[in-house]
Nanobody, 119 residues
Framework: QVQLVESGGGLVQAGGSLRLSCAASGRAFSITNYLMGWYRQPPGKERELVAS???????NYADSVKGRFTISRDNAKNTIYLQMNSLKPEDTAVYYC???????????WGQGTQVTVSS
């Protein structure tokens, strides 16, 4: 059974930083075989892609987080990260880790971690 477990969320003031982690586990599961992504769902809104990383360390970011967020991965630890700097109140959301075949074909979801940015 594959599990994606997020951690690192919390409450932070605007301008602050947080680092999210997503540890993957499961028989024969490797993050190198999937497009790994961070999604978020703000209150009352739909879930949206924040950042993704795929083989060769090709990365993609939503325009709203470019220059502030950085996605990375540690293949040996089967873990991906999201470094979030210069946080804004509009970044407040539940953040989810996902393993996908493509952007629109999510195979596994994590349980989510709350990020709250106060003004």
């Amino acid at each position: 059974q594959v599990q994606l477990v997020e951690s690192g969320g919390g409450l932070v003031q605007a301008g602050g930083s947080l680092r999210l982690s997503c540890a993957a586990s499961g028989r024969a599961f490797s993050i190198t075989n999937y497009l790994m992504g961070w999604y978020r769902q703000p209150p009352g809104k739909e879930r949206e892609l924040v950042a993704s990383i795929i083989s060769g360390d090709r990365v993609n970011y939503a325009d709203s987080v470019k220059g502030r967020f950085t996605i990375s991965r540690d293949n040996a630890k089967n873990t991906i990260y999201l470094q979030m700097n210069s946080l804004k109140p509009e970044d407040t959301a539940v953040y989810y880790c996902a393993a996908a075949y493509s952007i629109n074909l999510i195979r596994y979801w994590g349980q989510g971690t709350q990020v709250t940015v106060s003004s």
